[in-house]
């Protein structure tokens, strides 16, 4: 193990940051303090930035067939980190090991292998009627990334960007730095050429101005928050900068009108509690019809229960605490707020073990309409707004009628909830719980973003097209 988390990894070595401030990470299930990380100041940015733009020439030269065998190679090294990956998201993040083991982990051991297969199926080289058009690297790409997950948003940018040749500087969230600490040490490990993959770990406020506007930066990689994202987006326009987005959601679940919506209630959990709610594309609003109101709220006080909240080392724990204390007092006021916009609080709100980590249960609205501030804004907590309709229009109009559209379900009669899900804009729509597919394109419509990631379209996001016509 070569890597500190008192370094950065840049030009190919693990070196001291230019400054000796430092980002304390606390364990939000304990408030404990447990870690530091540095907290970069743009001349580290740019000694990234200079590393990558450096070693840009040579590894877009590389042949595909080249760095798939160095990222195969990346992979097994990463898998042996399984049991730290998962112990390091239960203290940085709060996440219980049962979730985490799968969602922060295996699935993300998942598309790196995915993004390994597709990138050999991506289309390089193309004949046009009288030209041929390849697809190259974009270049230098800035990967700036948020705490929810982690690894999951370390993943979709730097494997399909380094697989098609473009070189990159990474700044994870300052909330949750420490397992991409691991996966650059693994690409490190494998033999990645020295300023390929380059990390810095401190505060988007601080090194967001120099990533996006950095002569040498090509494209910026944005997950995070619309507001973020609209601000450093216009910074990164003003060097005309490609950008790709990944932003918020306020998605709607349909429960169509059925006897028994008991088959629909894990899909709903799994999107809206686990991770305590911290889930860019969490289904938080519920639309049931009217007349079913009384049995959904049975169904929900029924089931709620029986998820377990506490202390995420516990292999029986649901659900873990809120991320940090700014989550946490974020999502009570959103609470209160809800009741005092006149929403009826079901059930939920602050957990008996508040007093020893930022627990908040799940939490379930009903009697809230759509244009309550509770169903419009994204709360990112394990918050639920049941929002009753009478006619299947006036669900999907209620389901539309969000700023964003990253993400819905629809769950009833096959053929009413496939002719439901065409209706609805948002870039993913499950139907009847269908599992995803890391293989198809992620991303939002309205202002969830702009671009997609996963599979081929992921990885096509990393490349430009040029066409060479000649005699
Ligand atoms: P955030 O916007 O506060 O921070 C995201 C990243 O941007 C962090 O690395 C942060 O340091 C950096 N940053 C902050 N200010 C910056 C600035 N001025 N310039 C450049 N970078 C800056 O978001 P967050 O609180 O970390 O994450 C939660 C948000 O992320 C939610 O809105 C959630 O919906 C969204 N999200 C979206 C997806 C998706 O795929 N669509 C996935 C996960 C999270």
Redesign the pocket.
């Known amino acids: 193990m070569a890597y500190r988390f008192d370094s950065f990894y840049i030009g190919g070595a693990w070196v001291k940051p230019s400054t000796t401030d430092v980002l304390t990470l606390e364990n939000p299930a304990t408030r404990a303090p447990f870690a530091t990380v540095p907290d970069a100041t743009p001349a580290d940015a740019v000694a990234a930035i200079e590393a990558a733009a450096s070693a840009l020439p040579a590894w877009s030269a590389t042949p595909l067939a080249k760095r798939v065998e160095l990222m195969q190679k990346a992979l097994e090294i990463f898998k042996t980190y399984r049991d730290e990956i998962i112990r390091l998201e239960a203290l940085e993040l709060g996440a219980p090991v049962s979730y985490s083991a799968n969602a922060h982990c295996d699935y993300q051991f998942t598309r790196i292998e995915s993004y390994i297969r597709e990138s050999q199926k991506v289309v390089l080289e193309e004949q046009f009627e009288q030209s041929t058009v390849v697809r190259e690297p974009v270049g230098v790409i800035a990967c700036?990334?948020?705490?929810?997950?982690p690894l999951?948003?370390v993943v979709?940018k730097i494997i399909p960007a380094l697989l098609m040749g473009n070189t990159v500087v990474l700044?994870?969230?300052?909330?949750t730095p420490l397992t991409a600490y691991l996966l650059v040490d693994s690409l490190d490990r494998a033999g990645f050429p020295a300023g390929t993959v380059n990390l810095i770990t401190?505060?988007?406020?601080k090194?967001?101005?120099t990533?996006?506007t950095h002569p040498l930066v090509d494209m910026i990689s944005?997950?995070?928050?619309?507001?973020?994202?609209i601000?450093?987006s216009q910074?990164a326009l003003e060097g005309v900068k490609r950008i790709s987005?990944?932003?918020?959601?306020k998605s709607p679940f349909i429960w169509l009108p059925s006897e028994d919506y008991e088959a629909a209630i894990n899909q709903l959990f799994g999107s809206v509690f686990y991770n305590s709610g911290?889930?860019?594309?969490a289904l938080t609003r519920l639309l049931v019809p009217e007349s079913d109101l009384e049995k959904v709220k049975a169904l929900l006080l029924r089931r709620i229960p029986q998820l377990v909240v506490g202390d995420p080392m516990d292999p029986k724990t649901n659900i873990g605490p809120m991320a940090s204390k700014a989550?946490y007092d974020k999502v009570l006021s959103y609470i209160e707020l809800g009741q005092s916009e006149g929403a009826e609080l079901l059930c939920g709100g602050r957990a008996p073990e508040a007093g020893k980590g930022y627990f908040i249960k799940p939490t379930v609205f009903v009697n809230v309409t759509n244009s309550m501030r509770i169903a419009r804004e994204?709360i990112?907590g394990p918050v639920l707004c049941v929002i009753t309709y009478k006619t299947v229009d006036e669900a999907v109009d209620i389901a539309n009628d969000t700023p964003y559209g990253?993400n819905a379900a629809v769950f009833g009669e096959r053929e009413l909830a496939l002719s439901v899900a065409k209706r609805i804009k948002a870039g993913n729509v499950y139907v009847n719980g269908g599992p995803r597919d890391v293989t198809a394109p992620?991303?939002?419509y309205k202002q969830?973003?702009i671009g997609r990631?996963g599979g081929r379209y992921g990885l096509m996001e990393f490349t430009q097209l040029k066409a060479t016509f000649d005699r």
């Not at 944005?222 to 994202?229: I, K, L, Q, R």
């Not at 987005?245 to 959601?249: A, C, K, S, T």
């Open positions: 700036i990334t948020p705490w929810n997950y999951g948003q979709q700044k994870p969230s300052q909330h401190g505060r988007g406020s090194l967001g101005d990533l996006a944005f997950t995070g928050s619309t507001a973020v994202g601000k450093l910074k987005l990944e932003l918020g959601g911290q889930t860019c594309t989550q994204e990112f990253l992620f991303g939002g969830s973003g990631e």
